[in-house]
């Protein structure tokens, strides 16, 4: 199972703003002298009181607190970034669900696939079965393997390969194909992931591709100058342009089954490595100083992580995460003055 700081579940409050803290600690009595632990330790603690508020919903974290013998203000420290946690299920990452508002509840909006496991009902089972057989059809299937579990799925149904599903191509593959015959170049519209938006670009295709039954479209892009893969269910139009091309295939080394986040370069004090330390990072000790290195698929995790960071920590490589920090402070900054 693998761990990494993500969007957060609950509100982000502003850096320096004690009033929650105090809102936390009132009633409790004066706070306790603050041990610096080990990340274990802290990984231990996390997880024990993350488990006892589970356990005992609703409850707050002033009662966290109380039952784990420790401040409310450390309490706080140690449950607000498991808001951030996500969890990888079945190759794609989920956000854990633990919530902390703005009066000290904690409460957990759970995803469905972190449940316990649930009895697998025969309409289920032949949906499943179903889709395998349809899979064996399809390039790429490590068809000895799911076949394999197509019998024990059918012995367990008593039933033979008689179910059959039609898996429905995405919207433009067959145009896309026609033009990566034709070598013919195509204008799309393609939704980004990483940055929610879409943009338009002329490309040169090279190949199209199914991988664990998603399609992808291999080419050169022009406004990137440079071999990219395309999801194609993310294209959201293309245009034939009429114009061919003669750029040779540089094979599939760039091709990694889907698209490679960007990455971005923080600088941020040494005492702050623990933020860091959960995520897939290359850390560079200089010192006081850090210099953090990590892909990033997330305008929002990146300015939470910025903000949370605080005004010592900045991104020091070019690209467009370079002014993430200050646009999401002038945007937080925003809705306060007016609220």
């Known amino acids: 199972m693998a761990l990494r700081h993500g969007r957060p579940c609950g509100c982000l409050e502003p850096p320096g703003d004690g009033r929650r803290h105090r809102r936390v600690a009132r009633g409790i009595g004066e706070s306790q002298v603050r041990k610096r632990r080990t990340n274990d330790a802290r990984l231990a603690l996390q997880l024990a009181m993350m488990l006892w508020a589970h356990e005992h919903q609703p409850v707050s974290v002033s009662e966290v607190a109380e039952h784990f013998g420790i401040d409310p203000d450390d309490a706080y420290s140690e449950l607000y970034p498991l808001q951030g946690i996500e969890v990888e299920v079945n190759e794609e990452f989920h956000n854990l669900g633990v919530v902390v508002d703005d009066d000290g509840e904690i409460f957990f909006d759970i995803n469905p696939l972190f449940g316990r496991p649930r009895k697998l009902e025969r309409s289920e089972a032949l949906g499943l079965l179903a889709a395998a057989n349809a899979a064996l059809g399809l390039p790429g299937t490590n068809v000895a393997a799911l076949k394999t579990g197509v019998r024990k799925l059918e012995h367990a149904l008593g039933v033979g390969s008689t179910v059959a599903i039609d898996i429905q191509d995405p919207e433009f593959l067959k145009i896309i194909e026609h033009a990566t015959r034709n070598r013919e170049c195509i204008q799309i519209e393609y939704y980004a992931r990483w940055t929610d938006e879409i943009s338009t670009r002329t490309v040169e295709p090279y190949e199209t591709i ?123 900054l925003s809705r306060y003055e007016t609220s």
């Open 210 to 332: 199914n991988v664990s039954g998603d399609w992808y479209l291999r080419a050169h892009c022009r406004v990137r100058d440079d071999h990219r893969t395309f999801r194609i269910d993310r294209i959201e139009g293309v245009e034939l342009t009429g114009e061919t091309h003669s750029r040779s295939d540089p094979g599939n080394e760039a091709f990694t089954g889907g698209e490679t986040a960007p990455l971005v370069t923080i600088e941020m004090p040494n005492s702050s490595r623990w933020m860091v330390e959960p995520l897939q990072a290359l850390v560079t000790d200089d010192g006081d100083t850090l210099i953090v290195e990590m892909p990033v698929s997330s305008t929002i995790f990146l300015e939470r992580l910025l903000l949370r960071l605080g005004p010592d920590a900045r991104v020091v490589s070019q690209g467009p995460f370079s002014n993430v920090a200050s646009l999401a402070a002038q945007r937080l």
